[in-house]
């Protein structure tokens, strides 16, 4: 039985392309239906490829990962990016607000995949102790401190992340806080949105990587 789920959509650079989107239509048990460029639906099982050169890695409920251009991707249901090389060169990713107004954006922290919330209030990228373990941080060795939250004071470690990524826009040694406590998303704060040129435009938000 396939079960349909809101349509999740990423811009992806291919070879010999500008752009291409890749967009999760339903999933099947070991397959996830796929539409490449606004083709037509085709259901692609695990370990296949399209002949735009998109891979199905694996299929966890509402997320699919897939590769394409040899670069691993998570398409989450309901999360909408596009993401691109602008013609100036700089990349650039394009985040759409869910129905609260929150922007949410799939990406990486040293290679490792996590959900970001665009936090500006956040001053910088900030993790749970969990995830932080998870992705590889040693985050005991960070410079302890305290933070103001919404519960009142946490400890947190200062440290610094060798990459973040936000869809297509890659940044290196980035500043980061890690958090005693578990969080349910990670906050993309200010030491990686400072480096952007943002453009907020209602439900949408640009985010194009200025250096």
Same mark, same amino acid.
């Given at each position: 039985?396939?079960?349909?789920?809101?349509?999740?959509?990423?811009?992806?650079?291919?070879?010999?392309?500008?752009?291409?989107?890749?967009?999760?239509?339903?999933?099947?048990?070991?397959?996830?239906?796929?539409?490449?460029?606004?083709?037509?639906? #085709?259901?692609?099982?695990?370990?296949?490829?399209?002949?735009?050169?998109?891979?199905?890695?694996?299929?966890?409920?509402?997320?699919?990962?897939?590769?394409?251009?040899?670069? =691993?991707?998570?398409l989450r249901v309901?999360?909408?990016?596009?993401?691109? =090389?602008?013609?100036?060169?700089?990349?650039?990713?394009?985040?759409?607000?869910?129905?609260?107004?929150?922007?949410?954006a799939g990406g990486?922290?040293?290679? *490792?995949?996590?959900?970001?919330?665009?936090? /500006?209030?956040?001053?910088?990228?900030?993790?749970?102790?969990?995830? &932080?373990?998870?992705?590889? !941080?040693?985050?005991?060795?960070? #410079?302890?401190?305290?933070? #103001?939250?919404?519960?009142? #004071? &946490?400890?947190?470690?200062?440290?610094?992340?060798? /990459?973040?990524?936000?869809?297509?826009?890659?940044?290196?040694?980035?500043?980061g806080l890690v958090?005693?406590?578990?969080?349910?998303?990670?906050?993309?704060?200010?030491?990686?949105?400072? *480096?952007?040129? !943002?453009?907020?435009?209602?439900?949408?938000? /640009?985010? =194009?990587? *200025?250096?």
């Amino acid at each position: 039985m396939c079960h349909f789920r809101a349509l999740a959509i990423v811009c992806l650079s291919f070879p010999a392309l500008v752009a291409a989107e890749v967009g999760v239509a339903g999933v099947f048990p070991g397959k996830a239906l796929l539409v490449v460029d606004g083709g037509a639906p #085709q259901a692609v099982a695990i370990g296949t490829t399209t002949p735009e050169g998109v891979k199905v890695l694996a299929i966890d409920g509402e997320v699919v990962t897939l590769r394409v251009s040899g670069e =691993k991707r998570t398409l989450r249901v309901g999360q909408h990016v596009v993401s691109q =090389k602008t013609q100036d060169g700089r990349q650039e990713t394009t985040l759409a607000a869910d129905s609260r107004g929150h922007f949410y954006a799939g990406g990486s922290v040293n290679g *490792r995949s996590v959900r970001f919330l665009v936090d /500006t209030g956040a001053t910088m990228v900030s993790l749970g102790a969990g995830d &932080a373990s998870r992705v590889g !941080i040693d985050w005991g060795k960070g #410079q302890p401190g305290l933070s #103001q939250t919404a519960n009142g #004071q &946490a400890r947190v470690w200062k440290v610094r992340f060798d /990459t973040v990524r936000v869809g297509e826009v890659t940044l290196h040694g980035v500043d980061g806080l890690v958090h005693e406590g578990d969080m349910p998303v990670a906050l993309l704060g200010m030491s990686f949105l400072s *480096r952007m040129e !943002i453009r907020n435009e209602g439900s949408h938000m /640009t985010l =194009k990587k *200025r250096f």
